[in-house]
């Protein structure tokens, strides 16, 4: 199996739970052996039952591996905000909130917010710069232009059509 699960069968063998999930984020982000922020000693760091945290081996100082992430003041569980990355990584036209309401079971409002968040974190890990340029907002969409084909052998409705696109 590859590092990233492809099916919604590895996709929940991988992430079971939220511990797992938590777990993750926390290699991801740090793994065990980081130096602690405040003693700077590399540490073995030990869960925190209470809250979305890891404490110090040495110093008990407290890391949040979802501070400074869109999962960062969400109630909403991390399997689920894994789960719609999932489905925005792995889904050839994107994802609407209204799917991700009914796959998530979560509130259209809730579902708008995260995929909002989703698309904008990962505008930023792509390093894309804007069309618009910083603050500015682009249209942009495309239609097929081109004669009506019939008959037989009429083939497939695309053909000896042009794409036209465009962008305010």
Sequence with gaps: ?????QTIAQ??????????????????RFGQGFEC?????ASKWFRIKAERAYSCQWCGHHLHPTVG?????TRTPLQSWFYAIFLFTTTRNG???KELQRQLGVTYKTA????????????????????????????????LIGGKRTGVGAGNYRD???VLLGMV
């Design 95 to 97: 994802v609407a909130a």
């Design 1 to 5: 199996m590859s590092n990233k699960p």
């Design 69 to 73: 992430t869109p999962f960062e003041k």
């Design 160 to 162: 000896n059509k042009t």
């Design 112 to 143: 708008w917010r995260m995929a909002d968040l989703i698309r904008k974190h990962m505008g930023d890990v792509d390093g894309d710069v804007l069309i618009g340029g910083e603050g500015k907002e682009v249209e942009i969409d495309e239609t």
């Design 11 to 28: 996709f929940f063998k991988r992430f079971p739970s939220e511990e797992a999930c938590l777990n993750h984020l926390f290699d991801v």
């Design 37 to 41: 922020p405040r003693c700077e000693r």
